[in-house]
Every structure is written in C-alpha cells, then in structure tokens.
C-alpha cells in the first residue's frame, strides 16, 4: 500500500513538474502583472487621498482670504491650486470663489478677474456640474459687457441635462437683450419645459414669457 501510495505521489510530482515547465513562466508573469497592478491601484489611491488632503487645506486658504476679503491672497492660492491641485473638486470651487470675491469687491479689473477665473472653471472642471454653473455665470458678465457672441457659445457649450432650464432662460435673456423675441419666446418655453411645474423660478420664466406676449402652456391636466 506504500508503495502504491509513493508510486501516486511521484506520478502527481511528475505531473506538477511537467506542467511547470510548460506554463509556469507565464503564471509567474500573470502573478507579477497582478502584483504591479494593486500596487499601482494602491499607489494612485494614496496619491489621490493625498492630493485632495493638500488642495482641502489649501481651499481653506481661499475661504478664509475671502472672509477677509483679501482677493490678492485668494488668487495667489487659487493659481497655486490650479498648477498643482487642478483634478481635484477644490480647485473648481476655489475659482468660483474667487470669481465671486472679485465681483463682489467692485473694483476695476473685477469684470476681467472674476471672468479668467470662471474660464478656467468652464473648461478644466472635472464636475460637469461646476462647468456648468462657471459657464452660467461668466455668460452674465459676458452679457454686461455686450459680448453677445461670447456668451452663447459659452451657454451652448453646456450639456449637463440638470442645468437646461438655467442655461435656456439665460439664452432667452441673451436673446431679449438683443431684441430677438422670436428666439427668446423659444428658450424660455424651453426653460419653462425643463422646469419643474412647482417651482419658483419657472413662474418668473411664466413672467418673462408673459411680457413677450405668450402664454406658456397649463401642465397636462391642468383645469
């Protein structure tokens, strides 16, 4: 029975042996491949835990440069963000930030300051939402300073299916401004569409709308 036993065992280390040789090389590759690749998955995790810890303080930085209302201290942290940080969702935030610092501190170069920031938010943005929200704010300045043009191509490009509303009543403003009103009827019934049939701000589209001399249409069921 032993050796029996022994005579089994041999035949499977033979066996074990042959099948080494054969696919043993490739295994061993499979392994080490397997083991580069968690170690760069861990590697890119930490490195992104990182990132977002560092741009979290330094997004601090900007909040409290705006409590004081210091707009030099907030950009200089801003452009920092943006060459190092500008993958994480802080960096957007901080352009926002920065954007509406500058607005609200009135001075000359605010217009131009507020816009480069809001720009940089449009198109670098990994959120679409934070793209979105840039894009509607630097069309309102764009509209202040009759840069028509600029803004519907800034309004256009926005494609977060959230923001419709938003972006077609601003077009509708960009096209009342312009004495468009064919165009302007249609993006505001177009906003008012997107808008939700409760809600505040499709009743003052219902305004704009009125004031063009159209009636948008009663919400299916409506008495």
């Known amino acids: 029975m032993a050796t029996n036993l022994n005579l089994e065992e041999q035949d499977q280390l033979d066996a074990l042996k042959h099948f080494w040789s054969r696919f043993g090389g490739a295994i061993s590759t499979v392994l080490l491949l397997v083991v580069l690749a968690l170690a760069a998955w861990n590697g890119y995790r930490f490195w992104q835990a990182r990132q977002a810890s560092q741009a979290s303080a330094m997004f601090d930085e900007v909040e409290r440069a705006a409590g004081a209302s210091d707009l030099v201290l907030a950009q200089r942290a801003f452009d920092d963000m943006k060459q190092r940080y500008a993958s994480t969702s802080y960096a957007p935030q901080a352009g926002l930030l920065v954007a509406k610092l500058a607005i609200d501190g009135g ?45 519907q191509k800034t309004l256009e490009a926005v494609h977060a299916e959230a923001f419709a509303g938003l972006v077609q009543d601003r077009l ?52």
Not at 118 to 127: E, F, I, T
Not at 184 to 196: P, Q
């Open 107 to 151: 001075k000359d170069d605010a217009a131009a300051t507020a816009s480069a920031a809001l720009q940089w938010v449009a198109d670098n943005a990994s959120d679409e939402g934070y793209r979105a929200v840039a894009a509607l704010r630097l069309s309102a300045l764009m509209m202040e300073a009759k840069q028509y043009e600029q803004a």
């Open 172 to 223: 509708g403003d960009l096209y009342a401004v312009q004495n468009k009103q064919a165009e302007a009827k249609a993006a505001y019934l177009k906003a008012f569409s997107a808008m939700e049939a409760e809600s505040e701000y499709r009743r003052l589209i219902k305004i704009k709308l009125n004031a063009l001399g159209v009636e948008p249409p009663s919400p299916a069921g409506a008495g």
